[in-house]
């Protein structure tokens, strides 16, 4: 059964910076290409980051550019975003999934098969 298990959310102040992490378990992340997306109260959900199976492509929302790094560890079956200088407008739920492709990624998130069950960032003083 193909699962994610998020982790690294929390409370930060503006401009701090949190790493998140998305590890898969019963699959591995090789063929997949993956994202990061995230719905804040009252918004539709939207793409954030996103990396292709082999890591050679990414791409960034431009509300987080220059600020969130995307990677990933195919060997520990982990893909992290990294961010910084936080702003109180990323506060939301933040998810990671899956979309079986090679060689691109797309931050729709309506083309995402496999979703994990998210983990709350929160951006206050």
């Known amino acids: 059964q193909l699962q994610f298990v998020e982790s690294g959310g929390g409370l930060v102040q503006p401009g701090g910076s949190l790493r998140l992490s998305c590890a898969a378990s019963?699959?591995?992340?090789?063929?997949?290409?993956i994202g990061w997306f995230r719905q804040a109260p009252g918004k539709e959900r939207e793409g954030v980051s996103c990396?292709?199976?082999?890591?050679?492509?990414?791409k960034y929302a431009d509300s987080v550019k220059g600020r969130f790094t995307i990677s990933r560890d195919n060997a520990n079956n982990t893909v992290y975003l990294q961010m910084n200088s936080l702003k109180p407008e990323d506060t939301a739920v933040y998810y990671c999934?899956?979309?079986?492709?090679?060689?691109?990624?797309?931050?729709?998130?309506?083309?995402?098969?496999?979703w994990g069950q998210g983990t709350q960032v929160t951006v206050s003083l």
């Open positions: 999934a899956a979309w079986r492709i090679q060689a691109m990624c797309v931050l729709s998130p309506r083309i995402y098969g496999y």
């Open positions: 019963g699959f591995t992340l090789d063929y997949y290409a």
């Open positions: 990396i292709s199976s082999s890591g050679g492509s990414t």
